[in-house]
């Protein structure tokens, strides 16, 4: 299993910024995701990023609005840039652990996003 | 767009009774995997079923899978008030580790 930790737990911020949500993960894994969850809404993959390479990116999701840092094997950014009320969401980040688990994936507890 | 639907919506049921979640997906998978969410928190992971597996168990979890229906079915036994949450089913097709989640079921579990 994994234990994930997200930064911050969940912000209020005006139309215009940036915010950039932090996951940390206490042993090392390959892959991370990050999901966007609308209100009321399933989970969204906005993202795949993998230690060493750039993110890929799912249709509808561009690196200039959700640029994603993946500086070593336990540690993401993800930053939603250029905020509208639109992107008031829960930011939701995940791994997938090595060996047999890698079928499933760990969720961190979120970041919940409103902007004004 | 969404893999699977779930249904229903939303659930509402007694302490005691049991709870019944149905997903369908579109396309072939390598899995199925049932999540719940609570408050709008973090997924816990609950069960992981395999195409070529048709029922699998976990505690006071049932779950089946019709992969000629492309649909599976969660059953949660004896439900109590603590399994009130969102359930989504995931499914895993291909060989990467991406998850496509469906819509979502709300249950609640009234004392």
């Known amino acids: 299993s994994a234990v994930i930790s997200q930064k911050p737990s969940r912000d209020i911020c005006q139309r215009g910024t940036s915010l950039t949500i932090q996951c940390q993960v206490d042993s090392q894994v390959t892959m991370m995701f990050w999901y966007r969850q609308q209100p009321g809404q399933s989970l969204t993959l906005i993202a795949t990023?993998?230690?060493?390479?750039?993110?890929?990116?799912e249709s509808g999701f561009v690196i200039d609005k959700f640029p994603i840092s993946r500086p070593n094997l336990t540690f993401s950014t993800l930053t939603v840039s250029n905020m509208s009320p639109e992107d008031s969401s829960i930011y939701l980040c995940s791994v997938a652990p090595p060996g047999l688990a890698e079928e499933t994936q760990y969720f961190g507890p979120g970041t919940r996003l409103l902007v004004l | 767009s969404q893999q699977g639907e779930e249904d229903p919506q939303a659930l509402s049921i007694q302490e005691g009774e049991n709870a019944t979640m149905n997903c369908s997906y579109k396309?072939?998978?390598?899995?199925l995997q049932w999540y719940r969410q609570n408050s709008g928190r973090g997924l816990v992971h609950l069960i992981l079923i395999r195409s070529n597996e048709r029922e699998k168990h976990s505690g006071r979890l049932r779950v089946t899978l019709d992969t000629s229906k492309k649909s599976s079915s969660l059953l949660i036994t004896a439900s109590r008030a603590a399994d009130t949450a969102s359930y989504f089913c995931?499914?895993?097709?291909?060989?990467?580790?991406?998850?496509?989640f469906g819509t979502g079921t709300q249950l609640k579990v009234e004392l």
């Open positions: 990023a993998n230690q060493g390479s750039e993110a890929t990116y």
């Open positions: 396309t072939s998978i390598n899995n």
């Open positions: 995931a499914t895993r097709t291909g060989g990467g580790n991406k998850l496509t």
